[in-house]
């Protein structure tokens, strides 16, 4: 049985057990911690850098969904460096794919789009890189567009967690990572696919999408996750 | 001396484009052209993407008839699934075009080209646009304004988005008319009846003062393209292909739309990166044509709504081969587009819920044809075993147009200008005759009264003879 530990977030006073991140006590207390990667049901990774927070006496900033509560802990979510390195991480989604919100099949329903518009994001103040990323849409009932992905591996951690399969994976390093099927194979010849939609489901924007939608059409549904991880007990 | 005038850009229109002059040793006009100066890459840049993306994709073309693409994408894209879409489907797109048609023309004839016609062709530029025309006719500037916004407001009805909507999707549409929206749009239509006949009006009565334009606009004989209904009416959206003569005999008819590549060729001038297609059976550039509302109505055994009829009856009086006359027809046209909407939501079948067909791709190819405002429209995909495009063309209204255009900059800049007397009115009725064809060259409408215009006179050496500017 873990202790309880207290600490102050924003100043207020809150509690949480030892084994618990800063992220899901401030949750529990209806303190608002911006992700994109983190979603209820799977591990965290602290892929994005949405959830920064800071700790008085560390001077670098922490991710709350992986730094876990300590006593006599004072945590900040929210300053002015804070929204500035939000921002830039955003914005560095932004410039690192090809993210054309107006003709996306997710417009309207993207937490990527959602995210830089909770964070006033209005222009991107870096290059675009443009890169050149293809489609695949081999599946008979699913495509992949890679320009649309923010390598949050939601889509390889549900695979591997929940549904077992494990037919995603990422390769590659730094700004040359992509996820892929299987060994790199077209989606629509992996053996190990079982075609369960969970990533399709999972993923925060249209990078991974039910084949024939339009414009905007693309509204993800995950609130299976929670359940599925409630049933096997994965949730605490 | 030879000398070139060059008029850059071309204002009020839709895009960017240039006129050159050129002028012999006595100061007379030898040749002109009109030179599109843009590359927007669409074709190209589609390549590799999902075939469903396209009507969205392709409607960034343009802000001011994104409708339009979005219709011509999506039967292309119907044709990629081989599927015949709900009626229901069918008819909201009809009606959805009509309401794009209707507001696309007011915007040619009350913004861009009404300060011509009400103020004169050699009024002062500074006082030639909408601002103009509030000034002097408040009454005409707010029937533009109001009719513009009829247009856009029945879009936004059905489609929930005045622009660059994604409602319309490859197999139908993804939402089904309700009564209460059906009802807001049945509600405007007769306000919309009433101030284009108010205009036809004021119009017909000042058709006299232009007789010299309208006899310079008409010194051009073409072909005449568009779709045709099955009975030979007035169609926008479905319909065959009917080609008549400079006289309007029809010289080939219920021609399949999907074919047009069989009998429309595309030349390639060296002063335009606009092709210009022609008839092939004529050859080029014999095969030249018109196309949008005055071909449309040159065309048509009728229109099939009462009110347009009756009007294509006084059209009928007027010499059909002036580009001039494409106001009166796009006034015409826009008085059919709220009745023909009237009678489709009249429709037993409008509300259904049955909108959309679902299936996999089941061609490689597939084209869609419709009617833009400018005319005739065909988008044009192939698609791999994925679904992913791998070429897409498109033949754009303006586009058939552009042979028609440039002659006309010709025969008018050889009626009006003298290189020796240049005057800023001899130029503008230059871009007024293309400002007929309400070209749209790209997506954008320029600024009123803010575009510069710079004519320079050039001597072969390089030393400007003569300047205006705007």
Known sequence: MSRVATLKINGQDVSGREDETILEVARENGIPIPTLCQIEGLSNVGACRMCLVEVAGISKLLPACTTRVAEGMDVRTESERLTHYRRMAVEMLFAEGNHICSVCVSNGHCELQGMAVALGIDHIHLPYLAPRRGVDASHERFTFDANRCILCTRCVRVCDEIEGAHTWDVMGRGVGSVVITDLNERWGDSPTCTSCGKCVQTCPTGALFIKGSAVGEMTKRNTFLTYIAQMRGNLK | ?470
């Open chain 2, 1 to 470: 001396m030879t000398q070139t005038i060059l008029i850059d850009p071309v204002t009020r229109i839709e895009g960017h484009a240039k006129i050159t002059i050129h002028l012999n040793d006595a100061g007379e006009v030898e040749d002109a052209h009109f030179h599109v100066t843009q590359v927007r890459g669409f074709e190209k840049f589609v390549e590799g993407r999902p075939f469903h993306e396209m009507p969205a994709l392709m409607s960034r073309i343009c802000g001011i008839c994104p409708v339009s693409h979005l219709i011509a994408s999506a039967k292309a894209c119907d044709a990629l699934l081989a599927v015949r879409i709900p009626p229901a489907a069918a008819n909201l797109r009809r009606i959805l075009n009509l309401a794009q048609i209707a507001q696309s023309h007011a915007l040619s004839f009350f913004y861009l080209s009404a300060p011509d016609l009400l103020l004169g062709m050699d009024a002062d530029p500074a006082q030639r646009n909408l601002f103009g025309i509030a000034q002097t006719a408040p009454q005409l500037a707010r029937d533009g304004v109001r009719l513009r916004q009829m247009g856009q407001q029945i879009i936004e009805l059905l489609s929930g988005k005045r622009i660059h909507p994604g409602w319309v999707v490859p197999g139908g549409v993804n939402q089904a008319l309700t009564e209460e929206k059906r009802d807001a749009i049945l509600a405007v239509l007769s306000e919309g009846i009433g101030i284009v006949q108010r205009t036809m009006l004021w119009f017909r009565g000042i058709l006299k003062q232009y007789e010299s334009e309208i006899q310079a606009f008409s010194a051009l004989h073409t072909l005449f393209m568009g779709l045709v209904g099955p009975d030979g009416t007035l169609e926008m959206y479905d319909g065959r292909v009917r080609i008549a003569d400079a006289n309007k005999y029809i010289i080939a008819d219920g021609l399949a739309p999907e074919d047009l590549n069989t009998y429309i060729g595309e030349a390639v001038e060296p002063w335009s990166y606009l092709k210009s297609p022609y008839y092939k059976p004529l050859g080029y550039p014999s095969g030249m044509y018109r196309v949008g509302p005055l071909a449309r109505l040159n065309i048509v055994r009728s229109c099939g709504t009462p009110h347009a009829d009756e009007e294509l009856g006084f059209f009928r009086t007027l010499d059909h081969h002036s580009s001039f006359h494409y106001h009166y027809a796009r006034l015409i046209e826009i008085l059919y587009c709220f009745e023909k909407i009237n009678q489709l939501l009249h429709t037993p079948t409008i509300l259904s819920e049955h909108v959309r067909a679902f299936a996999a791709p089941n061609n490689h190819e597939g084209i869609g044809v419709s009617e833009a405002p400018r005319g005739t429209l065909m988008h044009h995909y192939i698609i791999d075993d994925d679904g992913l495009i791998v070429r897409a063309n498109l033949v754009i209204a303006t586009g058939h147009n552009n042979m028609a255009m440039d002659r006309s900059v010709y025969q008018v800049a050889r009626r009006y200008v003298r290189g020796a007397e240049l005057q800023e009115g001899m130029l503008n009725r230059v871009e007024a005759v293309i400002r007929t064809f309400d070209p749209c060259l790209s997506c954008s409408t320029h600024a009123v009264g803010q575009m510069p215009l710079h004519v320079q006179l050039v001597a072969p050496d390089g030393s400007v003879v003569d300047e205006i500017k705007r």
